[in-house]
T-cell receptor, first 114, second 115 residues
Framework: NAGVTQTPKFRVLKTGQSMTLLCAQDMNHEYMYWYRQDPGMGLRLIHYSVGEGTTAKGEVPDGYNVSRLKKQNFLLGLESAAPSQTSVYFC?????????????FGSGTRLTVV | ELKVEQNPLFLSMQEGKNYTIYCNYSTTSDRLYWYRQDPGKSLESLFVLLSNGAVKQEGRLMASLDTKARLSTLHITAAVHDLSATYFCAVGEGLSNFGNEKLTFGTGTRLTIIP
């Protein structure tokens, strides 16, 4: 049981390049989320999905796009990377509508934009 | 806008001592989560608190929730070195009629246990 798997784990981009971060979960969870974590701050929600084919904006969505074409996968895209997007990105998922069991987080993707 | 404040931000304590981390939040919510994060690692779920007065314990950690005071505490009893980590609280806030919610995180408390 892999849980939530994020790829890649590390990436260095040049300003203006694009990339896609992949989040895959094998727990049949409905709800999936992308967060970013910056030094000295808690996690902030970028985008989220309440099910296959759905996406919605979170707290800090600018500069990012997402897609949820398959229930198990949630993709985060950066169309034109900027240094301000240097961060650690975490994907999370949950099945329980009432969140009784909390959220499962992936191991993170450390992205540096130079 | 929901604000979540943790204190202290940094805590250095000796093994065997007791201490409490505080999590205050600014709007009504009855869903509070505690996570642990080791350096370079992901977040590990510690406690899910879903109602006023909820208290949960696991080993040397105990978490409680007072929704009227908008306060949760994480109490550490007889600290051991293995508890060194950053601890985050997160408050659940409803997003839509689908029962979805978003988590608003505190800034974290970096706990260092000194042998």
């Amino acid at each position: 049981n892999a849980g939530v798997t994020q790829t890649p784990k590390f990436r260095v981009l040049k300003t203006g390049q694009s990339m896609t971060l992949l989040c895959a979960q094998d727990m049949n969870h409905e709800y999936m989320y992308w967060y970013r974590q910056d030094p000295g701050m808690g996690l902030r929600l970028i985008h989220y999905s309440v099910g296959e084919g759905t996406t919605a904006k979170g707290e800090v969505p600018d500069g990012y796009n997402v897609s949820r074409l398959k229930k198990q996968n949630f993709l985060l895209g950066l169309e034109s990377a900027a240094p301000s997007q240097t961060s650690v990105y975490f994907c999370a998922s949950t099945q329980d509508r009432h969140r009784n069991y909390g959220y499962t987080f992936g191991s993170g993707t450390r992205l540096t934009v130079v | 806008e929901l604000k979540v404040e943790q204190n202290p931000l940094f805590l250095s304590m000796q093994e065997g001592k007791n201490y409490t981390i505080y999590c205050n939040y600014s709007t009504t919510s009855d869903r509070l989560y505690w996570y642990r994060q080791d350096p370079g690692k992901s977040l590990e779920s510690l406690f899910v608190l879903l109602s006023n007065g909820a208290v949960k314990q696991e080993g040397r950690l105990m978490a409680s929730l007072d929704t009227k005071a908008r306060l949760s505490t994480l109490h550490i009893t007889a600290a051991v070195h293995d508890l060194s980590a950053t601890y985050f609280c997160a408050v659940g806030e409803g997003l839509s009629n689908f029962g979805n919610e978003k988590l608003t995180f505190g800034t974290g408390t970096r706990l260092t246990i000194i042998p």
